[in-house]
């Protein structure tokens, strides 16, 4: 663990004294033990009201109140760490998997930074204090001697001891002391440094994220990741519903018509009868095209039928043979389907227009909470992630569920793609 001001105090020791880190040294020690002083009192007040006013419930809001003390001061000392240290340790508070308090509550209570925290305003209460009371001790003093001339002169001579007994006649008599405060100004400007280090350090070693900290945020990260696909979801199935309920309705609507329009202008002569039949074909194909969107963007039988009936009816309309063993013992998350299935057609689709395969199998087992799917071709192999065949895409996919995707392609063949996807996600 580096600490700026150790590192100053080593590289020019003899500069230190007269450097810009002195005073902020001195400010740092100054105002924490100020502060020191407040939190001690401010907690032994909480804790003594708390074990008094426990018996009737309102003193375990005290102690509760106690508990949480480091919070509101870890945030305060780490900005007061910018004085002295250039890298303040960061909060390793995560984000509360709700809104709201009591959300807030039970989160900061569960992690363990919340208790180091604790710990960390009980030592500034109580060690910290204690060693910045000895150094303001020590830097007054100095500061009292280094003046002692000026106290001297002001006061008036013959009524200031400088040693017990024995008064000043005139502040000149008074520069031995002055010569002491300047070595005790030296000896406060090391101390300072070195005081103000252990402080720093002690700081980072408390305040600073652990693992387990990282590991709860990438948790939530996790989980705002699928809270976000949960959102392109639903926006999918808006899509859909529109699509099949307003635009699909539409043309079927217009293709009706057309047909009756065409029925009424048989036996006429009339030139507008071929332009209705030909309008009815083009009304007919556009929704057929739709009909091809709406299931691209989500087929109704895997809503109804789940994977293996949606990856067999998308085998029996590709143009290469696939063969599908997928055994699954009931359905999945619906998250984990949708995922699972596109990642399928997408291997499918690459293996027809990429790697010139004849025959395709796609097999599927569930393994404790996980599903393990291995789609394998006969083509020509070297499939590349780079080479814009989508399987980054199906990486990135799979990454929002902790899913893995894994791609075996030498050159020459097979491809074999394994995908695995936690249905626990």
Known sequence: MTVAVWEAVRRRPGRFPVSGWVPRCWAFLLGGTVLGLVVLVVFAALVAAGTVLAPVGAGLLLLLAAALLGLPVAALERRRLRLVDPEPPPSPHGTPPRAGAPAWLGARLRERATWRELAYT????????????????????????????????????ETVMLIPGKAVPHPLAALPATAVGLLGLLLAAYTGGLLAGAHVWLAKALLSPRDE?????????????????????????????????????????????????????????????????????????????LRDL????????????????????????????????????????????????????????????????????????????????????????????????????????????????????????????????????
């Not at 996790?222 to 043309?251: K, M, N, P, V, W």
Request: glycine share 10%; aromatic share 2%.
């Open 213 to 289: 900290e990282p590991n709860g945020r990438v948790i939530e990260l996790t989980r705002s990741r699928a809270r976000l696909a949960d959102a392109f979801e639903a926006e999918r199935r808006r899509i859909e519903r529109d699509l099949h309920d307003g635009a699909q309705q539409q043309l079927v609507a217009l293709s009706m018509t057309l047909g009756l329009a065409e029925l009424e202008l048989r036996g006429h002569d009339s030139p507008a009868a071929p332009l209705v039949t030909r309008a009815r074909a083009e009304a007919r194909g556009a929704l057929d095209q």
């Open 122 to 157: 009980l030592l500034l209460g109580v060690v910290l204090t204690a060693t910045g009371l000895g150094f303001t001790a020590l830097l007054g003093l100095s500061a009292a001697l280094t003046a002692a001339p000026v106290i001297v002169w002001a006061v008036a001579p």
């Open 294 to 425: 709406v299931r691209g963007i989500h087929p109704q039988v895997l809503t109804d039928h789940g994977l293996p009936a949606a990856v067999t009816e998308v085998a029996l309309r590709h143009p290469v043979p696939v063969t599908v063993d997928i055994d699954l013992p009931h359905r999945l998350p619906a998250a984990v389907e949708t995922t699972a299935y596109f990642t399928v057609t997408e291997a499918l689709t690459n293996a027809a227009k990429h790697g010139g395969a004849t025959r395709v199998t796609v097999t599927g087992r569930l393994r404790g909470d996980t599903l393990l799917l291995t789609v394998t071709d006969d083509g020509r192999g070297g499939a590349d992630p780079e080479a814009g065949t989508g399987l980054q895409g199906l990486a990135d996919r799979l990454a929002i569920l902790g899913g893995r995707l894994t791609v075996t392609s030498p050159a020459g063949g097979p491809t074999r793609l394994r995908v695995e996807v936690p249905c626990s996600a």
